[in-house]
């Protein structure tokens, strides 16, 4: 299998994920502004996954850009990742439907600490089958982010299943997009240089 059809597949599988969550957004039954509040917990849980998404799918697109060839262990590791991702829709609905109780962002939190640690195999699977002097090796360096990510998961999940603080916890899911929402330029710069 080509590193194309790998991406293929893994553009489909996310395209069909983000579409089974955007159909938990039911439309409401009046015409008033008042009538949209009801779905604040779904609008807002699907804003926040649909962005956890998206970031998948940048940093997964960009790291294929270093991928000369795969192996049998790529394609399983980058199917673990996508079965991580594909619980999102029922994480992202369960903590909707009951108001971002605590256990439910728990199970949430849990579910994108698991994606991480998957992408985290697939990128080492990756490395070890390109070299320490591959591309992808040097463009991510120490990967900060990559190793503070999951600290600050199991952080939030910690609070959340603790019912120490539920606002805590999902500010620290917020705060994790938005630091990887930040354009990551390190893969671009190993690739086309100072072109960029």
Do not use: C
Not at 33 to 62: E, T
């Amino acid at each position: 299998m080509t590193k194309n059809r790998l991406e293929a597949f893994s553009d489909g599988v996310l395209a069909i994920i983000i579409t089974i969550m955007v159909l938990e957004l039911k439309v409401p039954h009046g015409t008033e502004i008042k009538d949209l509040a009801p779905l604040y917990p779904y609008f807002v849980s699907y804003v926040l996954s649909f962005i956890y998404l998206g970031i998948y799918w940048n940093n997964h697109h960009h790291m294929m850009h270093t991928v000369k060839h795969i192996s049998g262990g790529i394609l399983w590791a980058n199917m673990h990742l996508l079965f991580w991702l594909s619980l999102i829709p029922f994480t992202t609905g369960w903590m909707a439907e009951n108001h971002f109780a605590p256990l439910t962002l728990t199970l949430y939190g849990i579910d994108l600490l698991m994606a991480a640690i998957a992408y985290f195999i697939l990128q080492t699977m990756i490395l070890k089958l390109h070299g320490s002097e591959s591309m992808l090796k040097k463009a991510i360096g120490n990967d900060l982010k990559g190793k503070a990510s999951p600290v600050l998961y199991v952080s939030a999940i910690v609070l959340s299943y603790f019912d120490i603080s539920q606002w805590a916890a999902g500010g620290i899911y917020v705060f994790v997009a938005l630091m990887w929402l930040i354009p990551d330029k390190r893969i671009e710069k190993v690739i086309y240089g100072n072109k960029i």
